[in-house]
């Protein structure tokens, strides 16, 4: 079970501009507040859709919260991480004795969420016939322990997440499509931090002051940091960058330097190679970022080192940020 309101609390204390436990105010943020907002008084189903690291089970989280189901659990399960063996006793519960290791009765993760909302998380991940086993469930609302003969009725709302395209999951095979009907009763699709304009440095300063509270700190997030987190692209997303914050953090004895940690290029000392396939534009913009990297955002150390004029520069980066870059 999720522990309730720390990280809206985080939010709130640190007048970070968000949605719940959601931080972020750039338009396309804006406009996914606005579906969670619509979405969550009912108890339709959500399908949140992302790439890793983007918060998923925080949109999760601000579905249950701003529905009226706050005074029940909110329950979350990673199905990729549960064995197939096991997902249906974990799910469901079991009964005793119905198999090897069940010594008593146990309620499962359907039960544990009565009243309340359900998180399913990496839901292509779930094994086909369990798929079959959960979408009974859906349309019944009952479930059925294992080793158990009575249905049992639930009232339970599900939110579901899965960082694939989950039509090409359809597709390929891993995914049930009347599953992904019933599931994807209203899609969120969590944006990219890449596509979230301005709220990269919104983000790092908010976990810089995260920081800074628990260990009773008071560093600043340092300008040097500034154009490499406007130009990296991020493919971690959120988690990437607050990893890269936490670490610069560590580092840091007064500022925090934040240096992304990966890149598609691989560096190795000094050295960089690029991966036999990549276009000469990607090579380029990732020299160019790699290089603004290296020299800690200094631009005229960038260009000279690149063998290019500073107007060049700066004409680079804001073709990479699709916005204008600002010039000394």
């Keep these: 079970m999720l522990p309730t309101h720390s990280k809206a609390m985080d939010r709130q204390q640190n ?9 972020g105010n750039s338009s ?15 108890d339709a189903t959500v399908l949140v859709v992302g790439e890793s690291g983007t918060g998923k089970e925080l949109v999760a989280r601000s579905v249950w919260e701003n529905s009226p189901r706050t005074t029940k659990p909110l329950v979350a399960v990673n199905c990729g991480g549960i064995p197939a063996s096991l997902l249906e006793a974990e799910l469901f519960g079991h009964e005793r004795g119905s198999f090897t290791g069940a010594h008593q009765r146990r309620a499962g ?18 094994p086909a016939p369990m798929q079959a086993v959960l979408l009974r469930a859906l349309e019944e609302k009952c479930i059925r322990r294992v080793g158990g003969s009575e249905d049992i009725p639930v009232n339970v ?62 560093k600043k997030l340092s300008p040097r940091s500034l154009p490499i987190l406007d130009t990296y692209d991020w493919p971690g997303n959120v988690r990437e960058l607050r990893n890269a914050v936490h670490r610069a953090y560590i580092l840091g004895p007064d500022e925090v330097e934040v240096v992304p940690a990966t890149s598609t ?8 190679t690029i991966p036999v396939g990549t276009t000469l534009a990607s090579a380029q913009k990732d020299l160019i970022l790699a290089t603004l990297a290296h020299f800690r955002g200094d631009k005229q150390k960038t260009a000279d080192m690149l063998g290019i ?6 004409n680079r980066l804001q073709l990479y940020q699709g916005r204008t870059a600002a010039r000394p």
């Design 265 to 272: 290029l691989h560096a190795a000392g000094q050295a960089l």
């Design 109 to 126: 993760y359907f039960e544990q969420a009565d009243g309340g909302t359900l998180f399913l998380d990496e839901i292509t991940e779930m």
């Design 15 to 23: 007048n970070a501009p968000g949605f719940g436990p959601l931080i």
């Design 157 to 218: 709302r599900v939110v579901a997440a899965t960082n694939r395209d989950p039509h090409h999951a359809v597709r390929s095979g891993v995914l049930r499509q009347d599953l992904l009907y019933r599931l994807a009763v209203f899609p969120i699709d969590v944006p990219p931090l890449r596509d979230r304009e301005g709220d990269v440095e919104l983000l790092a300063r908010h976990f810089v002051a995260q920081l800074n509270r628990d260990a009773k700190t008071d």
């Design 309 to 314: 004029c500073l107007k060049t520069l700066y």
């Design 28 to 42: 396309i943020m804006r406009k996914m507040y606005k579906q969670i907002e619509d979405v969550a008084p009912s």
